[in-house]
């Protein structure tokens, strides 16, 4: 599949089905790699002149929103589709792969009635698309808040001693708690280890001996318990301050880890259903915003090509997919099968020297409508 296409419409001198099988016969001949599709565009409400001028001043700019939303959507898919380890699925409008709905491209007269004004059948693309865009603010946001509350709590269970949850490195058989006993939790960098033990029974009076041991070691601390007897815990934290150790202000709590293991399972849980439903959703919504997208290039490629050649609509409209090495010679077809009198004009700056923009702003200016779809 192709991830770049252009959109092109020729004038018609004669008759469209000739200057069909005419580019057909060009593209065989010279440029056999690049595929050609007809762009089918019915017969749509062309209105007055000022309304179609006035509108084409709106096409470019509505044409970057839609195809930013559909590219916003994507790039969401594929970071879902990362994080969730699963193979990347092909994107689809109603089951049709969206470079096929491009390249065989049906209008919708249900959605879109061609009777419709221009301007209304753009303004109703863009209200669509809108919404879906909030929609998927809501979605993201609420998925990324579920994240955010794991990522922290993550954080607090994987940094160092100084700084981390303390509750699952705890049981409690390692607390002693009386009317008069009280067990701290020191946490010790690792290389004062051994003044740790040679020195805790001495900060302070009432230590019982003996009653440190160590619970957990990471890179940079290791995690003693200590028992003594409560009246001298100030104390004790104090002397322990002065020597390099942190007493870890902890209190075990049945109750409290149950409800956070609970709480843990349930973000866990939350997270995964909320990015399983916007990855559904963002398949879903990605087609309906190509489909919109698609019907808006057909309505671009209608009004420019009315301002370009006039009245009555009469234009050829196409995709062609050609390689980059290509463009050169596929440029070349195009320009040769329009009106020579012309052609001049619309060379670009660096044929000619001029300072000329394509309608619809499109950075080179050729002899017909012409501007670039990118699927990604």
């Not at 280890?193 to 619970?215: F, G, H, I, M």
């Not at 050829?316 to 010679?329: R, Y």
């Not at 950075?363 to 779809?373: E, G, K, L, N, R």
Request: net charge negative; charged share 25%; glycine share 4%.
């Amino acid at each position: 599949m192709a991830s770049r296409y252009w959109v092109v419409s020729l004038p018609v001198q004669n008759s469209a089905s000739s200057l069909w099988n005419r580019l057909q016969e060009q593209i065989s001949k010279h440029s056999f790699d690049t595929p050609l599709y007809r762009f089918n565009i019915p017969n749509l409400r062309v209105g007055t002149l000022d309304s179609l001028l006035s509108l084409s001043d709106d096409l470019l700019k509505s044409n970057n929103f839609v195809e930013g939303v559909s590219h916003k959507i994507r790039r969401q898919i594929e970071e879902l589709e990362r994080v969730s380890g699963v193979e990347s699925s092909a994107l689809t409008v109603d089951g049709v792969p969206v470079d096929s709905y491009l390249t065989r491209f049906v209008w919708d007269e249900a959605k879109y009635p061609t009777m419709s004004p221009l301007k209304e059948v753009v303004d109703s693309i863009h209200g669509q698309v809108a919404k879906i865009e909030d929609d998927l603010k809501v979605r993201v946001a609420e998925y990324n808040n579920v994240r955010s509350q794991l990522n922290a709590i993550n954080r607090k269970q994987s940094g160092s001693l100084a700084v981390r949850d303390l509750s699952n490195l705890v049981k409690p058989e390692d607390i002693v708690t009386s009317e008069h006993l009280v067990t701290l939790l020191a946490v010790v960098p690792k290389y004062s280890q051994k003044d740790w033990l040679s020195s805790y029974e001495t900060l302070t009076n009432y230590v019982v001996p003996r009653s440190s041991k160590k619970l957990f070691e990471d890179n940079e601390y290791a995690l003693y318990t200590v028992t003594l007897f409560n009246r001298v815990a100030d104390n004790f934290r104090t002397s322990a301050r002065e020597k390099g150790f942190q007493i870890r202000d902890f209190e075990y709590s049945s109750e409290a880890q149950e409800s956070r293991k609970q709480e843990l399972e349930k973000l866990v849980q939350d997270q995964e259903n909320l990015r399983s439903s916007l990855l559904q959703w963002c398949y879903a919504s990605y087609g309906e915003v190509f489909s919109s997208w698609m019907h808006f290039c057909a309505v671009r490629v209608f009004a420019e090509s009315i301002l370009r050649y006039g009245l009555p609509p009469s234009f050829l409209a196409c995709v062609l997919a050609p390689t980059t090495k290509s463009e050169k010679k596929v440029r070349s077809i195009l320009e040769g099968l329009c009106d020579s009198g012309n052609s001049t004009f619309w060379k670009t700056d660096d044929e000619v020297g001029g300072a000329m923009a394509g309608l619809g702003g499109d950075a080179d200016a050729h002899p017909y409508v012409s501007f670039t779809i990118n699927l990604v």
